[in-house]
């Protein structure tokens, strides 16, 4: 059993992107993406995966194979890894997604990364 506080994986930006990872096995990773004010996350896709998306902190724009969404505080989002995958950082301050993957693909998705 592991506990975590997502809190301590909040991280302000540096760049536009700053992803902190919380977990990682052969089947599923898990991590906070704080994604800084007026930036986004570029269209890209995860294979033969599936993710989920949770607003922490913000308000998120989340564009799938070109259908908007907007995602509040609390609301989850499921997206299939063959999906074209965009998130648009719609607040006033840095959005925090706690995201999962799985299976987890290659392993170039399983590390901290400041972008």
């Not at 997206?79 to 995958?85: A, I, M, N, R, T």
Request: glycine share 6%; charged share 25%.
């Amino acid at each position: 059993m592991n506990k975590y506080s997502f809190k301590d994986y909040f991280y302000e930006p540096e760049k536009r992107i700053a992803k902190r990872m919380l977990f990682k096995s052969d089947n599923v990773i898990a991590f906070i993406l704080n994604i800084a004010k007026d930036e986004m996350l570029p269209g890209h896709t995860h294979l033969e995966s599936t993710l989920f998306l949770q607003v922490m902190e913000g308000k998120a724009k989340v564009v799938t194979n070109g259908n908007e969404n907007l995602l509040h505080v609390g609301e989850l989002m499921q997206v299939d890894g063959q999906e074209s995958l965009q998130v648009v950082n719609m607040g006033d301050g840095v959005l925090r997604l706690f995201v999962t993957i799985s299976p987890m693909g290659t392993d170039a998705f399983a590390t901290d990364a400041d972008i």
